[in-house]
């Protein structure tokens, strides 16, 4: 059966200066998969997740993100925002709001739903995100590492965003709260049929929730496949970056 393109990115040159840190990069994502991106320090994973978010734009290329190209000129970027929920590395709660507030932000500045039914919609977010109901009246700085990130995975999907992009989602976290949230992504993912772009460097991540792994490597995508594909794959920056001594065990675990 043929699979839908959520986003697909072609050609895509990006320059700073005479620095290049992309040239002819292809990459499709389908839609309800979890792609992960991945390679060694400054291969421009975070600036291509960057631009697929319309953050910074490139030297050329197309980047079509649920049938809209984004680059194109008069594109309806904030209606296509709309449409997908973000979770970054740190969580990027505002401090001065409790998290209740934080989930409920979206919905009341970009809705006229009454307060009961944002909050009522909040809260069920909250409980998706397995955070503590109990505590949603405390604020960002009052929370563990673990506790942040649901917060924040919380107000990602309180516009029942189609696509969901996640900056380092375990960076951070202990062990054990990393596998928790890779398997509260995993549920998320198969309940509310989201397409997930992720930037991590967590090899039990890249193990257990994700479906293909996009290499970037020599300013372009090297491989996308799944994990136990890709630590084969002859590339010698594949091999190198995935020879690791913590990798090698877990594909012991994952066989």
């Known amino acids: 059966m043929e699979q839908t393109v959520a986003i697909d990115i072609k050609g895509l040159k990006s320059q700073f200066g005479g620095k290049v840190i992309h040239d002819n990069l292809d990459l499709t994502i389908y ?11 400054g291969c421009g994973k975070t600036t291509l997740l960057q631009q697929l978010l319309g953050l910074h734009k490139p030297t050329r290329g197309e980047i079509n993100i649920l049938g809209m190209d984004i680059l194109k000129p008069g594109a309806d970027l904030r209606s296509l ?11 990027a709660l505002f401090s001065s709001l409790t998290v209740l507030e934080n989930v409920t932000f979206v919905l009341r500045e970009l809705t006229s739903l009454p307060k009961d039914i944002i909050e009522e919609i909040a809260y069920m977010k909250i409980n998706m995100a397995q955070f503590p109901v109990d505590s949603v009246h405390k604020y960002p700085s009052e929370l ?3 506790m942040l990130k649901r917060a924040a995975l919380a107000r990602a999907i309180v516009m029942d965003p189609e696509v969901l992009f996640l900056d380092e989602p375990t960076s951070g976290l202990d062990p054990v709260s990393a596998a928790s949230l890779d398997s509260l992504v995993l549920n998320l993912q198969k309940s509310l049929g989201l397409t ?8 039990d991540t890249l193990w257990t929730a994700v479906d293909r792994v996009a290499f970037l490597g020599d300013k372009r995508v090297l491989a996308v ?3 136990a594909e890709l630590i084969k794959d002859p590339n010698p920056a594949i091999q190198e970056y995935f020879s690791s001594e913590r990798t090698q065990r877990k594909e012991d675990h994952g066989n």
């Open 81 to 91: 925002q709309h449409r997908w929920g973000v979770l970054f590395q740190q969580g």
């Open 31 to 41: 839609q309800g998969e979890i792609i992960a991106l991945v390679g060694g320090s």
């Open 144 to 146: 563990s590492g673990g």
């Open 225 to 227: 496949k799944p994990m």
């Open 196 to 203: 997930i772009v992720l930037v991590t460097h967590d090899p």
